[in-house]
């Protein structure tokens, strides 16, 4: 058979996922960046063409500016908490030791919930009356008074970064455990002998193994975090005073609760923007990662 | 599953008969109402299989979904060209449901009897521009709560018939040491602050708007958020309501925890039901105060309708099940915990009997119900609004300021 041949019958089976991508992907972001441009409302007015209106005055409007930074601020440090807890995790859980099977399946649990019942279940643990977070700290004398954790700027944020972590450190330590059983016994045991700590053995010898890996959890998470709404939705819906309000929010916001469909879009696009430069950047620093382990 | 097979058999045969070719033709509904407050969700379905029994050529399908969702979900389904039949919505919402023709005006449908049976205030509801958009459904205010039992440890005869009054008798309760913080109000970034909000508003005699421009940056608007702040900081106010959505409201004053508490009518009969409540039995229930010189009492108007989708296929059915629902029959039944939207029920035992005290306050309180303005923007402005009162209460920027913003940022 012929390499061309072979060619196009990869296209010829490729086909029909083609159109699917292009009729739920292509299409509605060609109609989204035509409606970016027009002042159209959600229902109703089909609007009219205002050129980069809506990007200007979103790119300019300081809701934009605060929502970027506190959106970075939850990507960034949830993200770098969820690499850190979720290899110590895996390193844990690569241990023999009774009941290691059991530990693994209940590991998993948070991430396998609907981020609903997650979220819902941590606003009941922040509750400011009868929370079990306020109950904990108090009887360990390490609070004197009940506090309103999701109802102050100063801790709604990190509260929020909590319980994302907890719904999503199992799935970088699902990757990394996979990552790590693959490190063959023989190198390890050799390290060892060779008097390596168990810092040097980390670095040298196990993190090799799991760069390739955890940059691809690192990717999955960046994106995932700086598209965070559910989560923070049901837990402060933005509030207090709009501290914990991220980009999805306020593309919500605008889109759907005003109805201002082109500004709407037009923010949308923004984010994807912002999101597929991230996507970029990381996929350029895996390849390099993968190049340098092999 | 077996029922539908064997209706669809009945109907066959009555088909084959050709007696009366259209009397099994199933029609299905979609309804969308809210998870929470006022009818529970078990009240709507029961309320709904009564509908379907005498109807059973009408199926309905119910979905509940929280308040928060109801608006956004409504516009949603609309604008994907699918959706629902019958829809629940605010008192905010016909404005821009009219204006975005989301909802059908069903003005030709109201009976002479509709209009003389239902309290005058219950219509501005529904109404948008002189025209009906649905029939109120549930008649509801804010209404000052209280704990019987504190009041009378700490020497109380009345309960407060002013604002002021209320931060002097709450005062009294924390010095002698009988709750750290007595009073427990909705202030998370919601629609429910506003809701509070609109109750001062309307006791200080301001307007949010004053020919289609905001007005609450001053008078009555700016006297509203300035005693919330000032209750908020004076520590008579519990902290943590600036994260409190009704329910947890609810919660605090059934725990014990308030002596006061703004909240709809549901919490009258929730929270004198003794398996979940501590104060049952002690609940007292008054209109929201006055201001001296301004108010005898206060009420937002916090009721919602029932209408017609513009993408509905099946509008006579619809208004059907509408009529059934808004029914003085349907209303009298489960006046629990909302209360009948027709002016005689309230003359009626049935309705009154083991609730004279509620029904007492509600003559008072839905006779002063006090609309949020009826705009298009209406969301937008909320949402300026709830910053606002978020901002000020946690001292990030004093209400004048607070307020002036949210006015630039209302789309007025």
Not at chain 1, 241 to 269: C, D, M, P, W
Request: charged share 15%; hydrophobic share 45%; glycine share 8%.
């Amino acid at each position: 058979m012929s390499g061309t041949w072979m060619t196009t019958r990869a296209w010829l089976l490729m086909l029909p996922l083609l159109v699917i991508m292009v009729a739920v992907i292509g299409w509605p972001l060609v109609d989204t960046v035509r409606l970016s441009f027009t002042d159209a409302q959600l229902v109703g007015t089909a609007g009219n063409y205002v050129g980069f209106d809506n990007y200007t005055k979103m790119l300019t409007s300081s809701n934009f500016s605060r929502t970027l930074v506190t959106t970075t601020w939850f990507a960034v440090i949830s993200v770098a908490a969820e690499m850190v807890i979720g290899v110590l995790a895996a390193l844990l859980l690569n241990q023999e030791f009774r009941g290691r099977a059991v530990l693994r399946g209940l590991m998993i649990l948070p991430w396998a919930l609907p981020t609903v019942v997650n979220a819902t279940l941590w606003r009941l643990i922040y509750n400011p009356e009868y929370g079990a977070l306020n109950a904990a700290l108090t009887q360990l004398h390490l609070l004197d008074d009940y506090r309103s954790w999701l109802g102050e700027p100063g801790t709604a944020l990190a509260a929020l970064i909590v319980a994302d972590c907890w719904k999503n450190f199992p799935l970088v330590a699902l990757i990394a455990l996979a990552a790590l059983q693959a490190v063959p016994r023989d190198i390890t045991a050799a390290a060892l002998v060779d008097g390596a700590g168990p810092f040097n053995r980390f670095r040298f010898v196990i993190l090799p193994y799991l760069a390739g890996p955890l940059m691809v959890a690192l990717v999955l998470r960046t994106i995932e975090a700086f598209k965070v709404f559910d989560i923070i939705w049901v837990m402060t819906r933005g509030g207090p005073a709009n501290s914990t309000r991220s980009l999805s929010i306020l593309v919500y916001q605008e889109a759907f609760s005003f109805q201002r469909a082109g500004s709407g879009a037009s923010l949308a696009l923004i984010v994807t923007l912002l999101v597929t430069v991230l996507a970029v950047a990381y996929a350029a620093l895996v390849r390099k990662t993968a190049g340098s382990a092999t | 599953m077996l029922k539908s097979i064997g209706k669809t058999l009945l109907g066959a045969v009555f088909v084959g008969g050709l007696l009366v070719p259209h009397a099994f033709a199933e029609t299905t509904l979609n309804a969308l109402f809210m998870a929470q407050a006022a009818y529970s969700e078990a009240d709507v379905r029961s309320m709904t299989e009564a509908f379907t029994k005498a109807n059973p050529d009408i199926k309905v399908n119910l979905e509940f979904v929280p308040y928060e969702g109801l608006h956004d979900k409504t516009v949603l389904a609309q604008g994907s060209g699918g959706g629902y039949d019958v829809v629940l919505f605010d008192v905010i919402w016909p404005a821009e449901y009219a204006t975005n023709k989301v909802l059908v005006d069903v003005s030709s449908k109201i009976t002479d009897d509709m209009k003389k049976g239902v309290l005058p205030g219950a219509w501005t509801t529904v109404q948008y521009d002189g025209k009906y958009y649905g029939m109120p459904w549930i008649l509801d205010t804010k209404y000052l709560f209280y704990n019987k039992e504190i009041l009378e440890k700490a020497g109380i005869k009345a309960p407060p018939k002013t604002w002021e009054e209320l931060g002097q008798q709450a005062k009294i309760i924390q010095d002698k040491g009988l709750l750290k913080t007595p009073i427990a109000w909705s202030w998370s970034q919601a629609e429910a602050a506003v809701c509070d909000y609109t109750t001062l508003v309307s006791a200080y005699g301001g307007d949010f708007l004053k020919d289609g421009k905001p007005d609450f940056q001053n008078g009555g608007g700016l006297s509203a958020l300035k005693y919330m702040v000032d209750s908020y900081k004076s520590g008579l106010t519990n902290p943590n309501s600036k994260e409190f959505l009704e329910e947890d409201v609810r919660k605090v004053f059934e725990n014990g925890d308030a002596a006061f508490a703004l909240n709809w009518t549901y919490m009258y009969n929730m929270a004198n039901d003794p398996k979940d409540s501590k104060v049952a039995g002690k609940v007292g229930v008054v209109p929201a105060p006055g201001v001296a010189g301004t108010s005898e009492v206060s009420a937002v108007n916090g009721s919602m309708g029932l209408g017609i989708t513009a993408v509905s296929k099946h509008q006579d059915e619809a208004w059907k099940y509408i009529e059934f629902m808004t029914s003085q029959a349907t209303q009298n039944q489960y006046a629990k915990l909302s209360l009948p939207i027709w002016a005689s029920s309230y003359d009626d035992p049935a309705v009154t009997k083991g609730q004279e005290e509620l029904i007492a306050a509600a003559k008072l309180g839905l006779a002063a119900m006090y609309p949020r303005p009826t705009t298009p923007k209406y969301q937008q402005l909320s949402t300026a609004l709830q910053q606002a009162i978020q901002e000020s209460l946690l001292g990030q920027t004093a209400p004048e300021d607070a307020l002036k913003t949210a006015a630039e940022n209302s789309g007025l």
